[in-house]
Structures are given as C-alpha cells and as structure tokens.
C-alpha cells in the first residue's frame, strides 16, 4: 500500500513485508539490520530499543480468530521516527486496518490522528489496541459466570471439563501476552522526548492503567477458574 502523508509526517502500513520492501526501508531511513532482522524472525519477543534518529517496538497484541474462534497472537513491529511511522503486521488486526481506513478516506481524521506528530499518532494507535482487549477480557469473564451455572450438573460431566480446560487455556495465553506489554507501556514515558514529548506522558499513563486493569482483570480469572476445577473435581470426587 502506498504511504499517507499529513503535513512533514508520513506513515508506512506494510502487511506481511518482503524482505526487498525491507531493505528499501532500511536503505531509506538507515535503520540498522538487527531491527530488520528483528521484522523478518516470527518469534521476536515484545521490545522497545532507542536509537538517535527513531524508535523501535515490537508488540505483541491478542486478537481473536475469526476461523477457530481461539485467541491467537499478532506482531506488531513499529518504526518511530520525527517525521515517520511505519507499521509491520501479517493484517488480523482490526484496529489497526481500521485506522488505516479512516486516515486514508478522511481529511478530518488524517489531521486529527497524523498532525500532531509522530508521539500523539503512536499514542492512539497503542491506546486503540490496549482497548480492543477489554472485549476479549470481558468475554473470559462471561463465559466465568455461565460455567457456574452448569458446574455440578449431573450430566455432562466431560463438556464440564472441557469448558473448563478451553477457558483455562485462554487466560493463560492472554496473561502470557499481556505481561511484558506492561513493561513496554512503562518504558515509552521514559524514552527519548523526541520522540515522544513530556506533555504525553499522561496519556501514556492512561493506556498504563488500561493495560494494568486488564491484567487484574485476568488475575481475577485465573483465581476463578482454579477454584472452578477444584470445586468441580471435588464433586466428581463425592459423587464417585
């Protein structure tokens, strides 16, 4: 996709990049080749490194499956620069695609979300995805309360289980995503102010205390459902 430009700042949203389409990159902005080498592994963990001229983060953002339903694992690899912002992704983020949409079809938007600098843009993107998973959070704990509903019914003692097990496996995965994220959103406040400038720090703050409710959230969960597996082997236990 070509870039979209708003004033001296233009972005890059590239799904699932070439290697020539990183190197041309890399060639423009002279970003160094571990960070392209970065882009290109499939298993990069969550970072933030500060060079002079740009920042790179690499996020790693829940979404859900629209084939299987299961909550998988999106990359997100982010350049940051004073007068660029390039985002790499395989393309299952919503939020992001939608972002895309509204700054390219809307003069209004593109202003409002590319022209006030490269700091505020990297602040509604990041704070628009943290958000996006409070849906998936809040699912986990509707599917908490309609477990207790069928815990100790006298049938069906196997999709007991599983439902268990299924609902289990998704907090795990969502808490193994979302705790270095913590750290990474703690780290941008202190990064170059270049790039991220001191009258940002407090929205910074507020995608922080988004991301740290969803993690009490999931604390919570995790609590819920092994008491839930305790409760319903003890009463496999009894009626044995």
Request: hydrophobic residues 40%; negative net charge.
């Amino acid at each position: 996709m070509p870039p979209v430009t708003c004033g001296s700042l233009t972005w890059y949203n590239l799904i699932r990049p070439t290697p020539a389409e990183l190197l041309e990159l890399q060639r423009q902005y002279s970003f160094h080749e571990l960070d392209i080498e970065d882009c290109l592994s499939e298993h990069e963990r969550p970072k933030i490194d500060e060079y002079e001229a740009y920042l790179f983060l690499v996020l790693h953002v829940p979404y859900i499956a629209k084939d299987t339903g299961r909550i998988k694992k999106e990359e997100l690899n982010i350049f940051l620069g004073s007068t660029y912002v390039i985002t790499l992704s395989d393309g299952h983020l919503d939020v992001l695609q939608d972002l895309w949409r509204r700054t390219t079809s809307s003069e209004g938007e593109r202003q409002h979300l590319l022209g006030e600098g490269t700091g505020y843009f990297l602040y509604e993107l990041t704070s628009r995805l943290f958000d996006s998973l409070f849906p998936i959070v809040d699912d986990v704990n509707r599917q908490l309360r309609e477990l207790e509903d069928i815990l100790f019914e006298e049938v069906g003692e196997e999709r007991v289980l599983r439902t268990i097990l299924e609902l289990k496996r998704r907090i795990i995965a969502l808490r193994r995503m979302i705790l270095p994220q913590r750290v990474l959103v703690a780290a941008l406040e202190h990064k170059s102010k270049k790039f991220v400038p001191t009258e940002l720090d407090v929205y910074f703050d507020d995608i922080q205390d988004a991301v740290e409710r969803q993690w009490s959230m999931l604390e919570t969960s995790k609590e819920v459902i092994e008491a839930r597996q305790d409760s319903h082997e003890a009463w496999i236990r009894t009626r044995t």
